[in-house]
């Protein structure tokens, strides 16, 4: 068992493919065909480009807010890979490639940041949450959904996502606690991109690993190099089979990190040194996952190029139709969270039609 071998008090880090793009524990390596990761790789590229482009909307005044996934693209893919169709997503705000792959489409996400209420209302027959702001909230958003799915007795598991300063919340702690008790087919990723906001890794926790915290709430835990796919897909899989076969939860820590800034109101170079931020770019997971297809002939220079332009060209489009898309009704902001509106909604929606509408 990956979580035994890689007992997270042991200091131990599961890798499967190095930086440079060989697999180095040809034993761990799950069984995947080269079609397939070819296909993951694009997902990848398209989440990239989806970011930067992004970024550019943003700085030309186009895009409101932006909070980038850049250098976390295996972290969350790699987990959402090892699940199914019917089972459930709970992303927290950078898993754009999980959001992808889940069959989330970017136009929804764009017009979520965009600012438009839309963008929180996917497809029904996308299993995914939308995104939830307060930190931590998608770890017992998870346990209840995982709950749920004990209580009718469905073969479905959870996989929700939360970031290393999301396990100085409160919620992080009652989710793993709730989730070992009743064990909850929940597998709890930490996206450990070694900041929240411009709190380091180390000023969030005396905790050596954040895998370790599993150890307390008597739960598996595993910490894994969240820059290599094959890894997060290896320890992901073994906890889906763990969650499906009645096993209960497990935490697992994505050693990552955010090549980006924290959303596009931030400035990382007020906190963090050049030299550091250079240092993770030869870990980026997209440049070891090309690396290892040239390695293996399943994708060459010039079609990773190509990629690139189309994915630029077919993003410029959806964002055109997110800047042409009308805003919904204002009562559709108040009106999902509840089968009835609340008293408290009910005096919310009518105090934001007075402000909207000037006021008395
Ligand atoms: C309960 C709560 N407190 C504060 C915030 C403001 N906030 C948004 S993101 C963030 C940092 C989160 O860091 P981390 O969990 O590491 O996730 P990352 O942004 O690195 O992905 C904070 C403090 C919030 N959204 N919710
Ligand atoms: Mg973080």
Redo the contacts with the bound molecule.
Sequence with gaps: MLSKTYDPLKKKRLEILSPEGKVTKPNLMPKIELETIRKWYETMVFARVADQKALQYQRQGRMLTYAPSIGQEAASLGAVVATEERDWLVP?F?ELAAWLHKGAPLEKLFLYWYGNEAGSLLPASVRMLPIS???ASQFTHAVGLGMAIRYEEKDEVVLAF?????TS?GEFHEALNFAGVFQAPVIFVI?N?Q???SVSRRDQTRSETLAQKAVAYGIPGIQVDGNDLFAMVAATQEAVARARAGEGPTLIEAVTY?LGP?TTSDDPSIYRSDEEVEAWKEKDPILRLKRYLLSKKALSEEEDQQLYKDFEEEINVIFSQVESSESPDLEEVFSYTYDSLTPTLKKQLETAKQFLGGGE
Excluded at 162 to 166: F, M
């Design positions: 927290a950078r702001v307060p930190i939360c970031g290393d300063g999301g919340q996206q991109n900041f929240a906001i955010r924290h």
